[in-house]
């Protein structure tokens, strides 16, 4: 089948890759020249663990080309993936310039009947607004197709983008055409011969899937962040109230593990969204409100920890930070706990020594040289010389530590551990103070 991939940032790379690689032709078509040229080399721009070989494999088979020539991806592809970024805007909503420019081209250049699938994350009601878009090209060009919008939302996790999309719980299409949901079938055909995965419903029913399947991920994330800091007021330990609320099945293990909030291109961008949505349709969503308060007071909390331990003045201070990316196995920086941690360090007049197995090049683009941030070669080099340990990201590497060598190294023998990695018990014993997040001396504090 062609296919005909719009926008090569994240979603749309995985994508058009994973397509390739079951025997699809497919054609990705981006504005960026400089990044077609990259790619085309197989080089990619992000890392996603086993995105480059696959790639570098479909683009030696000829399965997947990329594109700058937007005459050519519309004409290629019987579908049109739409999957370029919706960033929010100043209020919160999301911004659909990207989205509509692609609706956009297309109508100004399809030659025959087009499908377009809507991969992007839209508000709902954004596949009507595509297809007024594309009506009013085609009108304007005194041209005459068939164009029909499907929705057909990603719930790609990073770290793990390739086995969520060859093994994901679920396809949703929104559509109510015949056609649209034959060609989506043979598409997805590859993906569904173990387990009927596809589900067809209603446009606006899938576009709000999206937002709410996000919505509920991140309510329950900032809900356990509630419980941990009640927790630690209570002199409760939140991991044995996890596992203890976890067994049982209406529950759940997934997505209840506290930490220093939640990050990423997705749950905060889509609570907001939602949100304002919410609001342009006369409905106050309480919430979700609370859902994104709760999370930006609990990205602070790391801050307000090494402060309590350093008697609130932290001016001069060298603090070793593990971790920078928002989650493991990315090098994604978006909206990381670790940035305003690093920014009220820095505020505050302390100096940052970080360490993250993928995430360095790319907190290097986001600050830039300067003397209060130290980019250390490993998390031993981190901590030479500085006077506490803060952890942001649960890397595998971090999760086992020789204590007896870190009190050895700090001048306070202080660790802030933002994801609960250690054993209070044994931190502890090691003769360190161990500040975790509704756990260990926090409980003290
Ligand atoms: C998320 C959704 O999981 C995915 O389905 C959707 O398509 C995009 O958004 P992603 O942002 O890649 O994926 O990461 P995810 O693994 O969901 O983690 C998001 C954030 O929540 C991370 O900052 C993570 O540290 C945090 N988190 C997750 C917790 O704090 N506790 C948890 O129990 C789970």
């Not at 990205?299 to 920078?324: E, H, M, V, Y």
Request: charged share 25%.
């Amino acid at each position: 089948m062609k296919i005909t991939i719009f926008g090569t940032g994240y979603v749309g790379l995985v994508t058009g890759t994973c397509l390739a690689d079951v025997g699809h032709d497919v054609l990705c078509m981006d504005v960026d020249a400089e990044k077609i040229t990259r790619l085309e080399a197989g080089e990619i721009p992000i890392y996603e663990p086993g995105l480059e070989s696959m790639v570098k494999h479909n683009v030696g088979t000829g399965r997947l080309r990329f594109t700058t020539d937007p005459a050519e991806a519309v004409a290629f592809g019987v579908l049109q993936f739409i999957a370029v970024g919706t960033p929010p805007d100043e209020d919160g909503s999301a911004d659909l310039q990207y989205v509509l420019a692609v609706a956009d081209t297309i109508g100004e250049h399809m030659q025959e009947d087009k499908v377009i699938v809507d991969k992007s994350t839209v508000p709902v009601g954004t596949a009507d607004k595509v297809l007024a878009q594309v009506q009013k090209r085609l009108a304007s060009r005194g041209a005459e197709f068939d164009v029909e919008v499907c929705s057909n939302p990603e719930f790609l996790k990073e770290g793990a983008a390739i086995e969520d999309f060859t093994h994901g719980a679920r396809i949703i299409v929104g559509t109510n055409s015949e056609r649209v949901k034959r060609l989506m079938r043979e598409c997805y055909a590859p993906y569904i011969r173990l387990q009927e995965k596809l589900m067809f419903m209603d446009v606006r029913a899938a576009e709000l899937t999206k937002y709410a399947a996000n919505a509920m991920l991140a309510t329950k994330i900032s809900f356990m962040n509630e419980i941990a800091n009640l927790a630690e007021r209570l002199g409760a330990d939140v991991e044995q109230v996890r596992r203890g609320i976890g067994s049982d099945p209406r529950i759940g293990y997934h997505f209840i593990y506290p930490g220093c909030g939640y990050g990423g291109s997705c749950f905060p961008k889509d609570v907001q969204a939602l949100e304002r949505t919410a609001r342009d349709v006369d409905y106050q969503a309480e919430l979700l409100a609370a859902v994104e308060s709760v999370n930006n007071r609990q990205k602070q909390t790391l801050f307000s920890k090494l402060a309590n331990a350093f008697d609130g003045d932290l001016k001069g201070r060298t603090i070793a930070l593990w971790g920078l990316s928002f989650k493991p196995n990315t090098d994604d920086m978006r909206d990381a706990p670790s940035r305003t941690l690093m920014e009220a360090l820095w505020d505050a007049g302390a100096t940052v020594q970080a360490y993250d197995p993928e995430a360095m090049k790319e907190c290097r683009r986001l600050y830039g040289e300067r003397d209060d941030l130290l980019l250390a070669g490993d998390r031993v080099q981190a901590v030479k010389g500085a006077d506490a340990l803060v952890i942001c990201t649960e890397w595998k590497e971090f999760r086992s530590l020789d204590f007896a060598w870190l009190k050895s190294q700090l001048s306070m023998p202080v660790i802030v551990d933002g994801r609960n990695l250690y054993d209070p018990e044994i931190v502890r014993d090691a003769g360190l103070m161990y500040y975790a997040v509704g756990r260990g001396d926090s409980l003290l504090a």
